[in-house]
């Protein structure tokens, strides 16, 4: 499986960002996916998750009606749309595959991770 991360960038404060990620695996389906990120210094932090056929999704509390995770199950791929950002969204941002097809935010279920993109928010 392999997962190749797209759409970062520098935006300013209040604006919106859509990254999305590609999936290559033979069965796009048999996978839950999330999206992470990790901001300079800290550790890697859960951003949104989404089980395998997109009925059920996953926020992080700060990001809770700002970001929103979707899947396109005919082009393989994983979205996360970014609404409202903030100077402390700024990270690389990670899509990441599970084998377990539910939506959920434990980074250890995650077996596969794409190479991450830059988001810069500036104030």
């Known amino acids: 499986v392999q997962l190749q991360a797209c759409g970062g960038g520098l935006v300013q404060a209040g604006d919106s960002l859509r990254l999305s990620c590609v999936v290559s695996?033979?069965?796009?389906?048999?996978?839950?996916l999330g999206w992470f990120r990790q901001a300079a210094g800290k550790e890697r932090e859960f951003v949104a998750g989404?089980?395998?056929?997109?009925?059920?999704?996953i926020y992080a509390e700060a990001m809770k009606g700002r970001f929103s995770i979707s899947k396109d199950n005919a082009k393989n791929t994983v979205d996360l749309q970014m609404r409202s950002l903030e100077p402390e969204d700024t990270a690389v941002y990670y899509c990441?595959?599970?084998?377990?097809?539910?939506?959920?935010?434990?980074?250890?279920?995650?077996?596969?991770w794409g190479q991450g993109t830059l988001v810069t928010v500036s104030s």
């Open positions: 990441a595959a599970s084998i377990m097809r539910i939506a959920q935010g434990t980074e250890e279920y995650y077996s596969y």
């Open positions: 695996a033979r069965t796009f389906m048999d996978y839950g």
């Open positions: 989404i089980n395998y056929d997109g009925s059920h999704t």
